[in-house]
T-cell receptor
Framework: AQSVAQPEDQVNVAEGNPLTVKCTYS??????LFWYVQYPNRGLQFLLKYITGDNLVKGSYGFEAEFNKSQTSFHLKKPSALVSDSALYFC??????????????FGTGTRLQVTL | KAGVTQTPRYLIKTRGQQVTLSCSPI?????VSWYQQTPGQGLQFLFEYFSETQRNKGNFPGRFSGRQFSNSRSEMNVSTLELGDSALYLC??????????????FGPGTRLLVL
């Protein structure tokens, strides 16, 4: 079965500093990886995904993610953090299972706290 | 284009009751998936529907069921509610079900509290 791990429950960063939220994956075959963000009392918002191609994926709100096959990682990054980026971030992997049906398997989430 | 909508947004029920949650996908999307989010278990997949057929099911008891209508709208039902069913129920839609790179777009969720 496919899985992702988010090793940090919380990441703290000062506004204006670069941020990294870590994600490692375990898949059989090619990985299809996603990042979502969740603000309080809201659903999940799609940020970006990796399917194939360039290892650096650019997404919404200035976020990007770096895919590293040798380290089986897909870390989320942003060059300059904003207080408004404070939220819960989820890494997910597409789990094809059997047949053509598919589901997303999520990590446990990382809370990002950006302070002034 | 309107996003995924879920109704109701909040719900309070008592143990033993049943509940029905509704999800309207993004226009043109034919696949609807449901997830349960709890502090203890995180985000867990419930089931996925495409063209009115259940295509995939997670590890939940039979008390959890769903269906999809011809207009792609979906409902999920939980019978004989238990305290542990208190959660945020999220619906997600995508164009199809077979694309590995298919993006799922989530609704705001229905927060269910079972007393």
């Amino acid at each position: 079965a496919q899985s992702v791990a988010q090793p940090e429950d919380q990441v703290n960063v000062a506004e204006g500093n670069p941020l990294t939220v870590k994600c490692t994956y375990s898949v059989s075959g090619n990985p299809y990886l996603f990042w979502y963000v969740q603000y309080p009392n809201r659903g999940l918002q799609f940020l970006l995904k990796y399917i194939t191609g360039d290892n650096l994926v650019k997404g919404s709100y200035g976020f990007e993610a770096e895919f590293n096959k040798s380290q089986t990682s897909f870390h989320l990054k942003k060059p300059s953090a904003l207080v408004s980026d404070s939220a819960l971030y989820f890494c997910a992997v597409r789990d094809m299972g059997t047949g053509t049906a598919s589901k997303l398997t999520f990590g446990t989430g990382t809370r990002l706290q950006v302070t002034l | 284009k309107a996003g995924v909508t879920q109704t109701p947004r909040y719900l309070i029920k008592t143990r033993g009751q049943q509940v029905t949650l509704s999800c309207s996908p993004i226009s043109g999307h034919r696949s609807v998936s449901w997830y349960q989010q709890t502090p203890g278990q995180g985000l867990q997949f419930l089931f996925e529907y495409f063209s009115e057929t259940q295509r995939n099911k997670g590890n939940f008891p039979g008390r959890f069921s769903g269906r999809q209508f011809s207009n792609s709208r979906s409902e999920m039902n939980v019978s004989t509610l238990e305290l542990g069913d208190s959660a945020l129920y999220l619906c997600a839609s995508s164009l199809t079900t077979s694309g590995r790179g298919e993006t799922q777009y989530f609704g705001p969720g229905t927060r269910l509290l079972v007393l």
